[in-house]
């Protein structure tokens, strides 16, 4: 279930948050990121380390099945992702001031997007793997 909300908010954010925000002027896309990120953050981490460990813990109560541990460890790559692939590109956002927004701010937020893409990829992975172990 983790797994899936986390897909599911991560995908959201790809096909209606992103979108939606790219339609704003630079200053206002710019704010716009700065919020749904403090926001999402900490969703999303929490989805991915909840559904990790739930993950883990099937692994280990069904036999040793490997589905669930593949799943678990895409669902949980997503830490190390975002740490390393996105993190950059979030710090360098972060730091921008509203009033300095414009062309650099809005090409780092359409990067962000394709970063973001990998994210939705490990969790629709993650729960697929996770759908297949359960059904045996």
Do not use: C
């Amino acid at each position: 279930m983790a797994a899936a909300l986390f897909t599911g908010a991560a995908v959201y954010n790809n096909v209606a948050g992103q979108p939606a925000r790219l339609a704003l002027d630079d200053r206002a896309l710019l704010v716009q990121w700065m919020q749904a990120y403090e926001r999402g953050f900490a969703l999303q981490v929490s989805l991915a380390g909840t559904g990790g460990l739930l993950g883990l813990l099937a692994f280990g109560h069904s036999g040793w099945d490997w589905r669930w541990l593949g799943g678990a460890v895409l669902l949980l790559a997503n830490w190390p992702w975002t740490l390393l692939g996105i993190m950059p590109t979030n710090h360098r956002l972060k730091v921008m001031a509203p009033d300095d927004a414009g062309p650099e701010s809005r090409r780092l937020i359409l990067a962000w997007g394709r970063l973001h893409a990998v994210r939705s990829a490990l969790g629709m992975a993650a729960t697929l793997a996770f759908l297949w172990a359960a059904m045996g």
